[in-house]
Structure formats: structure tokens, C-alpha cells
């Protein structure tokens, strides 16, 4: 491919194209009922036992697949997929993770076992006299994660974290929305019930909409008992504390790390809540996913991978920013081969069910969710290119353009043949490519965090609030949001790549949000929300800062990525608010004041000493 060369998928890789569009197995090997299963237990290094099951076909050696889940190792959504796998041929093994499904303990303790006990199952399994030298691995999520710890070990193979990076990427603001639910349903332990995640979710929505309000202190005082156990860090500055504190929970072993976490929480096991609120401790650069592989070293993290992964992603996936981060640092940082036969896949997809909605009546593409039960054809065609050595044939990165409806290929990830450009804020909500003349007047708007702009679509896991591509034209006419539009395009516009909006604001507060939301205005009027980015003031820069009431800052707020045809006739918009709940939590305004939550006037500037805009990427053959 030449620099101009975001092309089609199917002129580049036409069987490519094929599988992710309709699917395509290949024949089995066996018959189903040559698949013998069986169920082991596989003794961690700390004497802790997890529930294995094996699908071995009727050979003596063979390649491995494998699954570490907190999800059942048995979930009936994979059954057929473990048996399709085995009937053409592969080993696959399907373990629980520590202290969920049949596994021992009989509590679970959230991510912090699993780098260790990951490690020690590859172990396990390429010690069995049915293995014959291939391992790869696959699953999403959770199975990511773990996946990403299995390939720290040396004798792996391959493996497709679907849906997770290294922990890479942070925000500023909190998810809120799923996560309490999340932490009561799944695992084993006291605090559990029996309510199934999906239903509980529904059933407390009115307890959740209820909470969610952020009024943190800048900076907590660590716990006593943890300054008792690490006397120098209460003499440091906070910030510096914070990261201390950090390298010192890097260093320990998993029942350390897990102890840390439970008095910080003060609960009784680590939930999926303690690690997201774990940053007003460690620091609100460490992320959610750090913790699988607590790391202080990024490029240094990348070279204990060992193993070439498939990134398996989606443009309304909630993780979509730190998987795109862990590819760039990878490709960039870690050691061969898992540099350059490692693989991009930008699906049309939200996180567990399909993401991008317009087109699906003849697109079979849009209805397909990129998780493991349903791309079994993908599997298998990946781990035979890594067991053929035949990687190169694959495209280096392939996204779908949403838009236009179609599979593209590029040599890398953003395409080279894409350049940024700059649509400026105008006044009366214009979007334009020139900034504003000197006496443009600013936009205001009342931000009332007992009354959020409310979560509509877009990245959020839940099965209440359908996550993609909704019309969010509503929500747009609402007194707490600005919109800018661009007028009609002339031309088809194709935006892929990074995103990002400049944007020159102040407020009333001493410490609030800003939200940012790009949407595609069709012709009827509908507006299909594509991608957005939330910035929590506080953490503009590199250590927390409340703000100066009414002085103008430049925030800039990441807004991740998307691929997208804006047709000729359609238009682009911006809105801006400060709200995104309940995906993620409320800011008070109060900066930890004590004292109920306050109501911030916003103050969006557009003139030209303050030219607010929004950085795209788009193809330049489509600008």
C-alpha cells in the first residue's frame, strides 16, 4: 500500500473481509461427539485450587486455546464456541478465575490475583501431554485482562484481548453507571446476591440515579494504618505521596496488593468499585486496568508481553481509549516479534452488544457483537496465521468506516493518509473552518448537578441504557448544553482517527466538568452520537488544581477516535455540557466542600484570542 492507503478491506484481504462481515468456519475435523470434556483442578502456586474443564479432541497433542473468566468457565453463551474450537481441532481449556464459579476460595477478590495465578496456568497447561508447543488464549473484558497476564509468559503463543488494554490510558472522571451492580452480582462471597447483573442493574437504577455525586477533597490524607506501614511517605508532598504509595503496591505480591486495597475501601474483599475510586489514593493518573499488572514503567511493561495479540476493539466500546493506547505502546515499545505481528480491529461494535445502528438493514456487519461467542471464525483464522508464520499477509490495522458501512485497511494506526482539522466554535452555534473575529460573544449555560445532562447512547455498559449510535438531538435542545453545527457538506468528509476538543471556558466553580459529544446530523435532523470526552477540571494538569471562578483556562479534552463518512448533506455537530451521568459520575462543584451540591454557570469562549475548537483527523482525499 502506498501513503494514500486507507483502502478497502475487501481489495487488501478479501477473506478478511468475509469473516468479520458474515462469519466463515471452516470445516470440523471431529464430530461433536468426539469431544471428550473433562473437569480439573489446577493448584495456583499458593495452594488456592481453580476449576478447569478441557475439550480435548481425539488426539494425541494439539494446540491450545484458552479462557480464564470470571463469568463461568462453562457460560452457556461459550459452550458452542469451546466445541466448534475443538472440533477443528484445538485443546481449549476454560478455567475460573480465583474465588468465582467453582474455584476456590469462596470469596472473590477483584483483578489482583490474576497477573500470578495467569502465569501459572500457562504453566500448567504447557506441562500436559497433550500440549504440543502452541498456546493462545482468547475472551474480552475481564478475559482480557487476563489474557494480557497470560501473555507475560514465555512458552505463550497468541492471544485476543477482546475489549482490554494494559491500563494505559486514564480519565479524570469516574464510571459509575454498571459498576455497583457489577460488584454485588459477580464472584463468590458474602456481599453477593443472587439477582443476575442484567435484572439488578434495572432493579436499583432509581438507587443509582439517586447517587453518583463526585466532591472529593483535592487531596485525601492517606489512611493511618497505611502511613504506619510507610512512615516516609507522610512527610512528602501529596502528589508525590500518591505516586509513592503507587510503587510501593507495584512491588508486592497479590495477597499484599489485595490488603492495600481492602484498607483503603475498609471492605472485606476488593470490588470493582474500590479499584475505580482508587485513584483519590494512588493518584488520578492510575487507571482501572493498571491493576492487573501494577506497573510505574509503560514502555518497560510492554516488553513482558511475550506474546503477538489480535487487538479486538469497538468504536462504542467503553475501553476504546486505553486498548488504542496499548497498541501505539506496543508497536512502539515492545520487544519483536510482538511488535510487528501484532494486529488492530476496530469493530462497529459497543462493548458487549453491537454499536453502530445506521445501515444495519443491509449491513449483516452492524448486527454482529466482536465477542468471543461470536467470532469464532476469526479465532481460528488468527492463531492459524500466527502458527503458519503468515501474519504478514494480514493489514497492520483494519477499522470499520461507519458512514460509508464498510471493512478499510491501513498500514498503521491513525492511516497515514489522514491529517488533522481544526472546525472552530462560532457564535449562534456555527462550526466553521476559519476562527471567530475578534468581538465573537461567549455562550453560557447553567450546570445543575441535581439535574444532569443525562447519558444517551455512546460508550456505556448497561442494560438499561442502550449503548451506540442513538439520535441525541433531544438531549441537545436542553438549556445546560451548547451545540455547533457546520453547515451542509458539499462533499463526503471522511473522519478517522484521533479526536480531541480545545476548549477555552470558565466557570463559577472551583471545580466542575466539561463534556464533549460529536454527532452526525442527518438530513431528517437526527443527530447518530459518534464519540464524545468528559475532563474533570481538577485534573487539567499533571497534579490536581481547583479553579479560579470566572478566569478563562484552555482545557483540553480527549475525545479518543472514531471512523466515520459524514455524507455529502449531512452535517457535523459539537455539544458541549458538563454531564455524562450516570456513564459517569456527578461533579458538585463544591472541589470537597462540604455542603450540598452547587450549580456552576459555564462560560464557553469562541473569539479570536480564544479560538475553542475540535481537532479532527480526517483522510485527505476527503476533506
Given at each position: 500500500?502506498?501513503r494514500?492507503?486507507?483502502?478497502?478491506?475487501?481489495?487488501?484481504?478479501?477473506?478478511?473481509?468475509?469473516?468479520?462481515?458474515?462469519?466463515?468456519?471452516a470445516?470440523?475435523?471431529f464430530?461433536?461427539?468426539?469431544?471428550?470434556?473433562?473437569t480439573?483442578?489446577?493448584?495456583?502456586?499458593?495452594?488456592?485450587?481453580l476449576?478447569?474443564?478441557?475439550?480435548l479432541?481425539?488426539?494425541?497433542?494439539?494446540?491450545?486455546?484458552?479462557?480464564?473468566?470470571?463469568?463461568?468457565?462453562?457460560?452457556?453463551?461459550?459452550?458452542d464456541?469451546?466445541?466448534?474450537?475443538?472440533?477443528?481441532?484445538?485443546v481449549?481449556?476454560?478455567q475460573?478465575?480465583?474465588?468465582?464459579?467453582?474455584s476456590?476460595?469462596?470469596?472473590w477478590d477483584y483483578?489482583?490475583?490474576?497477573r500470578?495465578?495467569?502465569?501459572?496456568?500457562?504453566?500448567?497447561?504447557?506441562?500436559?501431554?497433550?500440549?504440543?508447543?502452541?498456546?493462545g488464549?482468547?475472551?474480552?473484558?475481564?478475559?482480557?485482562?487476563?489474557?494480557w497476564?497470560?501473555?507475560?509468559?514465555?512458552?505463550?503463543?497468541?492471544?485476543v484481548?477482546?475489549?482490554?488494554?494494559?491500563?494505559?490510558?486514564?480519565?479524570?472522571?469516574?464510571?459509575?453507571?454498571?459498576?455497583?451492580?457489577?460488584a454485588?452480582t459477580?464472584?463468590?462471597?458474602?456481599?453477593k446476591?443472587?439477582?443476575?447483573?442484567?435484572?439488578?442493574?434495572?432493579?436499583?437504577?432509581?438507587?443509582?440515579?439517586?447517587?453518583?455525586?463526585?466532591?472529593?477533597?483535592?487531596?485525601?490524607?492517606?489512611p493511618?494504618?497505611?502511613l504506619?506501614?510507610?512512615?516516609?511517605?507522610?512527610?512528602?508532598?501529596?502528589?508525590?505521596?500518591r505516586?509513592?504509595?503507587?510503587?510501593?503496591?507495584?512491588?508486592?505480591g497479590?495477597?499484599e496488593?489485595?490488603?492495600?486495597?481492602?484498607?483503603?475501601s475498609?471492605?472485606?474483599?476488593?470490588?470493582?468499585v474500590?479499584?475505580?475510586?482508587?485513584?483519590?489514593?494512588?493518584?488520578?493518573?492510575?487507571?482501572?486496568?493498571?491493576?492487573?499488572?501494577?506497573?510505574?514503567?509503560p514502555?518497560?511493561?510492554?516488553?513482558?508481553?511475550?506474546?503477538?495479540?489480535?487487538?479486538?476493539t469497538?468504536?462504542?466500546?467503553?475501553?476504546?481509549?486505553?486498548?488504542?493506547a496499548?497498541?501505539?505502546?506496543?508497536?512502539?515499545e515492545?520487544?519483536?516479534?510482538?511488535?510487528?505481528?501484532?494486529r488492530?480491529?476496530?469493530?462497529?461494535?459497543a462493548?458487549?452488544?453491537?454499536?453502530?445502528?445506521?445501515?444495519?438493514?443491509?449491513?449483516?456487519?452492524?448486527?454482529?457483537?466482536?465477542?468471543?461467542?461470536?467470532?469464532a471464525?476469526?479465532?481460528?483464522?488468527?492463531?492459524?496465521?500466527?502458527?503458519?508464520n503468515?501474519?504478514?499477509?494480514?493489514?497492520?490495522?483494519i477499522?470499520?468506516?461507519?458512514?460509508?458501512?464498510?471493512?478499510?485497511?491501513?498500514?498503521?494506526?491513525?492511516?497515514?493518509?489522514?491529517?488533522?482539522?481544526s472546525?472552530?466554535?462560532?457564535?449562534?452555534?456555527?462550526?466553521?473552518?476559519e476562527?471567530?473575529p475578534?468581538n465573537?460573544?461567549?455562550?453560557?449555560?447553567?450546570?445543575?448537578?441535581?439535574?444532569?445532562?443525562?447519558?444517551?447512547?455512546?460508550?456505556i455498559?448497561s442494560?438499561?441504557?442502550?449503548?451506540?449510535s442513538?439520535?441525541?438531538?433531544?438531549?441537545?435542545k436542553?438549556?445546560?448544553?451548547?451545540?455547533?453545527?457546520?453547515?451542509?457538506?458539499?462533499?463526503?468528509?471522511?473522519?478517522?482517527?484521533?479526536?480531541?476538543?480545545?476548549?477555552?471556558?470558565?466557570?463559577?466553580?472551583?471545580?466542575?466538568?466539561?463534556?464533549?459529544?460529536l454527532?452526525?446530523?442527518?438530513?431528517?435532523?437526527?443527530?447518530?452520537?459518534?464519540?464524545?470526552?468528559?475532563?474533570?477540571?481538577?485534573?487539567?494538569?499533571?497534579?490536581?488544581e481547583?479553579?479560579?471562578?470566572?478566569?478563562?483556562?484552555?482545557?483540553?479534552?480527549?475525545?479518543?477516535?472514531?471512523?466515520?463518512?459524514?455524507?455529502?448533506?449531512?452535517?457535523?455537530?459539537v455539544?458541549?455540557s458538563?454531564?455524562?451521568?450516570?456513564?459517569?459520575?456527578?461533579?458538585?462543584?463544591?472541589?470537597?466542600?462540604?455542603?450540598p451540591p452547587?450549580?456552576?454557570?459555564?462560560?464557553?469562549?469562541?473569539?479570536?484570542?480564544?479560538?475553542?475548537?475540535l481537532?479532527?483527523?480526517?483522510?485527505?482525499?476527503?476533506?
Open positions: 500500500m502506498t494514500d492507503d486507507s483502502r478497502k478491506l475487501a481489495d487488501i484481504a478479501p477473506e478478511l473481509e468475509r469473516i468479520l462481515t458474515r462469519g466463515d468456519l470445516p470440523a475435523r464430530e461433536a461427539a468426539d469431544i471428550r470434556r473433562s480439573v483442578w489446577v493448584t495456583m502456586r499458593d495452594g488456592i485450587r476449576a478447569t474443564d478441557i475439550y479432541p481425539p488426539v494425541s497433542s494439539a494446540p491450545t486455546i484458552a479462557m480464564r473468566t470470571p463469568y463461568d468457565r462453562a457460560n452457556p453463551k461459550l459452550l464456541t469451546f466445541v466448534a474450537l475443538a472440533e477443528r481441532g484445538y481449549v481449556v476454560s475460573d478465575c480465583r474465588g468465582t464459579g467453582a476456590e476460595p469462596d470469596a483483578y489482583v490475583f490474576e500470578e495465578d495467569s502465569f501459572d496456568f500457562v504453566e500448567w497447561v504447557t506441562g500436559q501431554s497433550w500440549f504440543d508447543g502452541f498456546v488464549a482468547f475472551g474480552g473484558s475481564y478475559g482480557a485482562q487476563t489474557q497476564c497470560m501473555a507475560t509468559h514465555p512458552r505463550m503463543s497468541a492471544v484481548p477482546e475489549v482490554g488494554g494494559l491500563g494505559i490510558a486514564f480519565r479524570t472522571a469516574r464510571l459509575y453507571m454498571f459498576l455497583n451492580a457489577y454485588r459477580i464472584g463468590k462471597g458474602a456481599d446476591v443472587s439477582t443476575p447483573l442484567e435484572t439488578l442493574e434495572g432493579e436499583m437504577l432509581e438507587e443509582t440515579l439517586a447517587g453518583g455525586y463526585f466532591n472529593e477533597p483535592l487531596f485525601q490524607r492517606l493511618e494504618a497505611l504506619r506501614r510507610y512512615p516516609d511517605l507522610g512527610a512528602l508532598p501529596p502528589s508525590q505521596a505516586q509513592g504509595l503507587w510503587e510501593e503496591y507495584c512491588a508486592l497479590p495477597a496488593r489485595a490488603e492495600l486495597i481492602k484498607q483503603i475498609g471492605d472485606e474483599n476488593v470490588t470493582a474500590a479499584i475505580e475510586e482508587s485513584p483519590a489514593v494512588f493518584g488520578h493518573r492510575i487507571s482501572h486496568d493498571a491493576h492487573t499488572i501494577p506497573h510505574t514503567d514502555p518497560a511493561l510492554s516488553r513482558l508481553i511475550q506474546a503477538p495479540a489480535l487487538f479486538v469497538g468504536w462504542y466500546d467503553w475501553g476504546l481509549d486505553d486498548a488504542l496499548t497498541w501505539s505502546l506496543l508497536i512502539s515492545a520487544n519483536e516479534p510482538v511488535r510487528s505481528h501484532s488492530l480491529i476496530i469493530a462497529p461494535s462493548h458487549n452488544m453491537p454499536g453502530y445502528h445506521e445501515g444495519k438493514e443491509t449491513s449483516p456487519e452492524l448486527e454482529r457483537n466482536y465477542r468471543s461467542a461470536n467470532i471464525d476469526l479465532l481460528l483464522h488468527w492463531y492459524a496465521a500466527v502458527r503458519d503468515t501474519i504478514a499477509a494480514w493489514p497492520r490495522a477499522y470499520y468506516l461507519m458512514g460509508a458501512n464498510e471493512w478499510r485497511a491501513a498500514t498503521a494506526w491513525p492511516p497515514p493518509d489522514a491529517e488533522p482539522l472546525l472552530y466554535l462560532r457564535s449562534h452555534g456555527a462550526l466553521a473552518l476562527p471567530a475578534e465573537s460573544a461567549p455562550d453560557s449555560y447553567v450546570y445543575d448537578p441535581k439535574d444532569p445532562t443525562p447519558t444517551l447512547g455512546g460508550s455498559v442494560h438499561v441504557y442502550p449503548p451506540g442513538v439520535d441525541v438531538s433531544e438531549v441537545q436542553r438549556g445546560d448544553v451548547l451545540t455547533y453545527t457546520t453547515p451542509m457538506l458539499e462533499q463526503d468528509l471522511d473522519a478517522v482517527g484521533p479526536l480531541r476538543m480545545v476548549l477555552y471556558a470558565s466557570s463559577s466553580a472551583v471545580d466542575t466538568d466539561f463534556s464533549v459529544r454527532s452526525d446530523v442527518f438530513p431528517d435532523g437526527r443527530a447518530i452520537q459518534l464519540q464524545s470526552g468528559m475532563l474533570r477540571a481538577r485534573y487539567r494538569g499533571v497534579d490536581p481547583l479553579l479560579e471562578p470566572g478566569r478563562i483556562y484552555c482545557f483540553e479534552i480527549d475525545m479518543w477516535a472514531t471512523a466515520n463518512r459524514f455524507k455529502a448533506g449531512h452535517r457535523l455537530r455539544d458541549i458538563s454531564a455524562d451521568f450516570p456513564r459517569f459520575d456527578r461533579n458538585a462543584n463544591r472541589g470537597g466542600e462540604l455542603g452547587v450549580s456552576a454557570v459555564q462560560t464557553v469562549f469562541h473569539d479570536r484570542e480564544h479560538p475553542s475548537h481537532l479532527l483527523t480526517v483522510l485527505k482525499r476527503g476533506r
